[in-house]
């Protein structure tokens, strides 16, 4: 999943990969790859090259407050009108009608149901993804056609979890 960011007001596209107990990062040309445990909501222990490092990151609306050994960064996500950052377009050539998680991680809740009218932006699911809760928020005024998960279910960026109609 791509992370469009803003550290110190430059532009960042960060490409992030979570496989089971493994973490890549890609920007640019440079390739990061870590061994991953999740201590606690915010604490994690990346594993690289026999190096362990603690890591905390604490997003807060728009802002990612990440603090490492070697130094304190802080990201600008881009933000919806509410301050929900993910709701990615999930189906060929980014159908804007189906919503898949930004990156893998566990359905914590499902606002919606089959049939409900929903506004642009409005939460329609919220997934943990590296311990934190995204909200998948709808990109326009649509139908709810088909709820493709359940609460507590474990997704990968490729499974469809909710179908919109947009309405007229």
Same mark, same amino acid.
């Given at each position: ?9 430059? /532009? ?6 979570? $496989? ?20 606690? !909501?915010? @604490?994690?222990?990346? @594993?690289?090259?026999?190096?362990? =490092? +603690?890591?905390?990151?604490? $997003?807060? +609306? ?6 490492? /050994?070697?130094? *304190?960064? @802080?990201?600008?996500? #881009? !933000? ?20 898949? #998680? #930004?990156? /893998? ?10 049939? =409900?009218?929903? +506004? /642009?932006? *409005? ?15 709808? #990109? ?9 998960? @359940?609460?507590? =279910? ?13 309405? *007229?």
């Amino acid at each position: 999943m791509d992370f469009e960011l803003t550290h110190n007001d430059e /532009p960042l596209t960060i490409r992030a990969e979570v $496989k089971k107990d493994r973490l890549v990062l890609l920007d640019g040309e440079n390739k990061h790859e870590f061994a991953y445990v999740s201590l606690d !909501a915010a @604490t994690h222990l990346l @594993t690289a090259n026999g190096r362990n =490092q +603690r890591v905390i990151a604490v $997003k807060d +609306r728009e802002t990612v407050y990440v603090s490492t /050994p070697s130094g *304190e960064f @802080t990201f600008k996500l #881009p !933000a919806t009108a509410n301050g929900d950052t993910f709701g990615e377009a999930g189906g060929a050539g980014g159908d804007k009608s189906k919503l898949v #998680p #930004p990156m /893998p991680g566990k359905v914590v809740k499902v606002l919606v149901t089959v049939g =409900q009218k929903v +506004r /642009p932006k *409005e939460k329609l699911v919220i997934v943990e993804a590296m311990k934190m809760e995204n909200p998948l928020v709808a #990109p326009y005024d649509a139908e709810v056609v088909k709820v493709n998960c @359940t609460e507590g =279910q474990l997704v990968d960026t490729e499974h469809i979890l909710i179908e919109l109609k947009e309405l *007229e």
